[in-house]
């Protein structure tokens, strides 16, 4: 019985082995493809602004929150005349931290010229559900310096232990299906096949599309369902008002903040700044709590000149009714709006702060 088990053991091992050496030279989807593959709404969206290059000087970004509440051309109208901004909605639904960090580095090397300022989201660490489990969307971006960072982030948070020991077993599995080549053969195939509608889907868009979404049919239906309880609404005004509240009665909770995640974000800033992009973290509004728990001392730990925060429901209350939300979490088309121009109001004091101090250190 040892034997046996021995044999399978070495096996076992043999078999990986060669699935990562034919992984790495000869079949990985990253050999010969796009790293945008895996889903077509990023893969649309990295494509238009291939094909656009030096219209857009803003990218923005995010998830699905970003995806349906950032308006490019309210934004870009709504600052100040000296401002002079051409913004593209970068949101893609279920991206958080820290595939968002995987995506930046990408971003940051295809859209270099003409690039002037980088919005990103700030996320929870996320753990991989089981509906994304092994498949393309949730391995696609794994490689090992990400991996050791994203299992250093999660030990560093101050997530309960269960949601570390969840977090940690999602991603390992997600990277070990990436060492092991999971569905890349299928992944190429699908990737090649659905390249018709991604070039259908370019043609239609014309100059005006800036990646913002805006009302989809089946947002509407799900409204519909929404608006017959909106309680869970309610809960994240209250739950944001509360986790404001703490960090401000007890300054010393930002002391606990995830040191891995920061220093990320710092070096981010740091790299931004040498290519000659101003990089802004943005709170979007209506996280769950562990969000807040998560990434307020992060938020609060960033270089002020460097943040903006839309989430706190007390300062931006209409952002926490029902008459400006699409669901719980998403706001609907005049709510993005409405948030589009507090975060426009915010970017403006920004580079006012910024000017402002600049002049003053010139002097």
Known sequence: MARLLWKLLLFGLIMLLLSITVGKFIHSPKNDLP????????????????????TFNLLFIGSSSTRRGFVPEIFDHSLDSGLIVRSFNYGVDWMGFPEVYYML????????????YIFIELS???????????????????????????????????????VKLAAIASHSIGYI???????????????????????????????????????????ESGREHFLRDTSGLTARAINSAQAFEEIERNPDLIKSCNKVYLDRINLTIKQLKEK????????????????????????????????????DS??????????????????????????????????????YLNRTQNTSAND
């Open 35 to 54: 790293w945008s593959y895996s889903f077509d709404a990023l893969h649309l969206k990295r494509e238009y602004l291939r094909t656009h290059q030096n």
């Open 105 to 116: 580095d990408n971003v940051m090397k295809e859209n270099l010229t003409g690039t002037k």
């Open 124 to 162: 929870k660490i996320k753990i991989i559900d089981y509906q994304n489990m092994h498949t393309a969307r949730a391995i696609y971006w794994y490689n090992w310096p990400d991996y050791k960072f994203t299992v250093s982030s999660i030990l560093s948070s101050a997530s309960p232990l269960q």
């Open 177 to 219: 299906d990436h060492l092991l080549n999971v569905g890349s053969l299928n992944d190429r195939n699908d990737y090649h096949n659905r390249q018709k509608m991604v070039n259908d889907s370019l043609h239609y868009m014309g100059n005006s599309y800036a990646g913002y979404s805006g009302k989809e049919l089946h947002e």
């Open 276 to 311: 000659g992009i101003y990089p802004v973290f943005v709170m979007n509004p209506k996280a769950d709590p562990r969000q807040y728990k998560e990434i307020l001392p992060v938020f609060f730990s960033i270089p002020p000149q460097y943040r903006i925060e839309i989430a």
């Open 314 to 351: 007390r300062k931006y209350p209409e952002l926490y009714l029902s008459a400006y939300a699409s669901d719980e979490t998403h706001l609907n088309e005049e709510g993005a709006i409405l948030f589009t121009r507090y975060l426009a109001g915010a970017f403006n004091n920004l580079m």
